[in-house]
């Protein structure tokens, strides 16, 4: 099955700075990739996705990158703002499908300090 | 108007009760889910139903048995609550779109 690890668990950036968090996957399979964000005390919410056809997209102060032939990706959040501050997650799954299910990484706590 | 709806938002009981937890979701999609998420925030998926049909069952206890009167609905029930029992319990919607999550329940076993 899909193994997909993230890193770093913690990271702690200043605001107006940027902030990387890099993901890999396992299963040559996976062709679709989102990225969450969870507030405290909420579900997890998609804030951006990539599939495998395209190597970055961006929304606006957010963009993922995917490196199909080294299987990792990596989302990327310029000009950091204290409501940045949340938990990051990762995924990965062979898109298509009922039978699909998403794989997620181990998350990310991102804080933007003042 | 929520999109994916879980109740209750928190449940606390203890060890052996056998509870409910209920999600709606109004987004039209044909699959739900439902997911674990421990307290190290780990997110592993538990079942999906696909228009009311079992489709992935992630060798969940059998204590645990969702239900899916119909493809806006699924529901939870859990027998015999365990201490490892307590989480977070995320509801989430969409197979060929993205999935979009309710925002959760948190069960704790005294």
């Known amino acids: 099955g899909e193994n997909v690890e993230q890193h770093p668990s913690t990271l702690s950036v200043q605001e107006g700075d940027s902030a990387v968090i890099k993901c890999t996957y396992s299963d040559s399979a996976s062709n679709y990739f989102p990225w969450y964000k969870q507030e405290l005390g909420k579900g997890p919410q998609l804030i951006i996705d990539?599939?495998?056809?395209?190597g970055e997209k961006k929304d606006q102060r957010i963009a993922v990158t995917l490196n199909k032939t080294a299987k990792h990706f990596s989302l990327h959040i310029t000009e950091t703002q204290p409501e940045d501050s949340a938990v990051y997650f990762c995924?990965?799954?062979?898109?298509?499908?009922?039978?699909?299910?998403?794989?997620f990484g181990t998350g990310t706590r991102l804080q933007v300090t003042l | 108007d929520t999109a994916v709806s879980q109740t209750p938002k928190y449940l606390v009981t203890q060890m052996g009760n056998d509870k409910s937890i209920k999600c709606e979701q109004n987004?039209?999609?044909?699959?739900m889910y439902w997911y674990k998420q421990d307290s190290k925030k780990f997110l592993k998926i538990m079942f999906s139903?696909?228009?009311?049909?079992?489709?992935i069952n992630e060798t969940v206890p059998n204590r645990f048995s969702p239900k899916s009167p119909d493809k806006a609905h699924l529901n939870l029930h859990i027998n015999s609550l365990e201490l490892g029992d307590s989480a977070v319990y995320f509801c989430?919607?969409?197979?060929?779109?993205?999935?979009?999550f309710g925002d959760g329940t948190r069960l704790s076993i005294l």
């Open positions: 989430a919607s969409g197979a060929d779109q993205p999935q979009h």
């Open positions: 995924a990965a799954m062979p898109f298509g499908g009922t039978a699909s299910k998403l794989t």
């Open positions: 987004l039209g999609h044909d699959t």
């Open positions: 139903y696909n228009n009311k049909e079992l489709i």
């Open positions: 990539i599939r495998s056809n395209v």
